[in-house]
């Protein structure tokens, strides 16, 4: 098996720093052997994991400072594992390493013979020609998947999460929110959401977002606009079913003066207001039958005519629609074109419900009463009890109902603590569940049980079954000591 990195015979006097330890004591080692990732070191008197600062002395070059931990103590030395500083001193690091490579046939890392030096190894595949300027950076970029691999035996899923959100928002430039920052969540739902936006919002497909009222659509439709290379054009917004049908086509697709009775002025529509940017068509199922023909003709030649004019004008502009009704049914009742679906579907997006999205319904409480905090210059915070009710609430308004009963909460708190009554929550315990099981002496515990095992153990559709959230479903599974991993 090949090493990670090339290690050399030296002898470096260096200075180890405990950081962690009172007065911070020093002693001095000698590092006798050397790589990128690790080192052999003797004098070291430490037994236990802690981390150090080691500082030896490159020839040349004067003292680096690099971080370390004990992998284990033997009979030559301490084996120590480095980890990565700055730039500069991990070049430093490696000139010294490369300057001390003894002459050999044989590749540094896996042994194999290869006496090139030009171009990569062919057994391990690993870049040889140490003379390159470039050299530590490529083979960086080459090892960082198993560097990776190394530690991700000490990392949880949030270190994970936090990881993964870091290389999108601060080196992707990717933002895992919108910019109104209430679009936010870490629940498994929102992030494939964060992760289907990112795909799709670079590209030119017409996107359909589905999802009950109050999820976040629109939010998702200006995340799409701002990350896409659309966003320095407009982002325009129409509610299909808030104009009355007689004023939709004239709001859509503009009119000349004097099409109409009041039409005084020629008027541009929503389509060519939006050129060069995002039309986002919110309730797209309560389009008249008419309009969708006409929208239809739109995304097939991006022409738009105005009412009252003979000539039809090319529009650039990319099309967000969105709806919280069933589209399957409404095309089977004849209520929604089936072209218009598909040519809209090409690219789908669903949001969940607040109450499927765990802790982001407190993450979400808690950015609300912050901004509210804000506005107001007075700091506020939720009760033990206040977060349970949030947490059992069902949310049927889903977000835009948990801004408002925050809103009301900031409004009604007489101290500096929300509690559930002042957003007219209920308090605690979850939902009663029914004693449904006939069954003689059949208990609460007896009937979850029951019911658990008719949906598999899926938390989400036993709890839809007792017509209560996920988290008052586990809160009954703690509260009568029911182990699901046994019952399986």
């Known amino acids: ?5 090339v290690r050399v015979r030296t002898h470096l006097d260096s200075n180890v720093c405990y950081i962690a330890r009172e007065g911070r004591p020093e002693e001095r080692v000698t590092v006798r052997e050397l790589s990128l990732s690790g080192a052999l070191v003797v004098g070291l008197s430490t037994q236990l994991s802690e981390i150090f600062a080691i500082k030896p002395v490159l020839p040349g070059k004067g003292e ?26 991990m070049q430093a690091l490696w000139e010294h390493i490369r300057d001390n490579l003894p002459p050999t046939d044989s590749c540094p890392y896996c042994g194999h013979p290869d006496d090139s030096r ?41 270190h994970i999460q936090k990881i993964i959100q870091f290389v999108d928002a601060k080196l992707l430039k990717v933002q895992h929110r919108s ?23 670079p590209t030119e497909m017409s996107v359909l977002l589905l999802g009950e009222s109050g999820t976040g659509k629109e939010l998702t439709a200006r995340s799409l606009h701002h990350l896409s290379s659309r966003r320095d054009g407009p982002f325009v ?10 004023l939709l086509e004239a709001e859509l697709f503009g009119y000349e003066k004097g099409a109409f009775t009041g039409a005084y002025a020629t008027k541009k529509g929503k ?24 929208l239809l003709r739109f995304l097939e030649d991006r022409l738009v005519q105005p009412v009252g004019s003979a000539h039809s004008r090319k529009i650039d502009v990319r099309i967000v629609a969105a709806t919280n009704c069933d589209l399957q049914r409404a095309m089977a009742h004849g209520q929604f074109r089936t ?4 040519r809209l579907n090409s690219f789908t997006i669903k949001l969940p419900p607040l109450r499927e999205r765990g802790e982001d319904k407190v993450r979400l409480a808690r950015h609300f009463l912050e901004k509210f905090s804000r506005s107001e210059n007075r700091h506020m915070e939720f009760s033990d009890e206040a977060l349970d009710a949030i947490r059992n609430h069902p949310w049927p308004g889903n977000v835009r109902e948990l801004e408002n009963k925050v809103r009301r909460g900031f409004l009604m708190a007489t101290g500096r603590v929300v ?14 569940v029914p004693e449904a099981d006939s069954k003689p002496g059949a208990t609460q515990k007896d009937y979850v049980i029951k019911v658990l095992e008719q949906n598999g153990y899926v938390i989400a559709r036993a709890a839809r079954q007792l017509n209560i959230s996920r988290p008052s479903m586990y809160a009954l599974i703690k509260k009568h000591g029911i182990n699901i991993d046994n019952m399986k």
């Open 419 to 432: 509690d559930p009554e002042c957003m007219e929550l209920d308090q605690g315990d979850p939902a009663p």
């Open 1 to 5: 098996m090949a090493r990670l990195d």
């Open 237 to 246: 917004a129409v509610n299909c079913a808030a104009i009355p049908e007689t």
């Open 179 to 201: 910019p109104d920052k209430e679009f936010l969540g870490t629940s498994q739902g929102m992030l494939s959401v964060f992760s289907m936006v990112r795909k799709v919002a």
């Open 271 to 294: 389509f060519e207001s939006a050129d060069g940017g995002t039309l986002f068509l919110d309730e797209i199922g309560d389009l008249p039958a008419s309009l969708q023909a006409k």
């Open 64 to 89: 680096v400072e690099l971080l370390a931990k004990l992998v284990r103590q033997g009979k030559d030395g301490a084996a120590v594992r480095l980890f990565y500083s700055d730039q500069d001193t």
């Open 118 to 158: 030009e171009g990569s190894c062919d057994k391990c595949s690993l870049y040889l020609n140490f003379s390159k300027k470039n050299y530590l950076e490529r083979h960086i970029e080459n090892t960082f998947a198993q560097r990776l691999n190394i530690r991700l035996s000490r990392l949880n899923l949030e």
């Open 339 to 342: 072209d218009l679906f598909y």
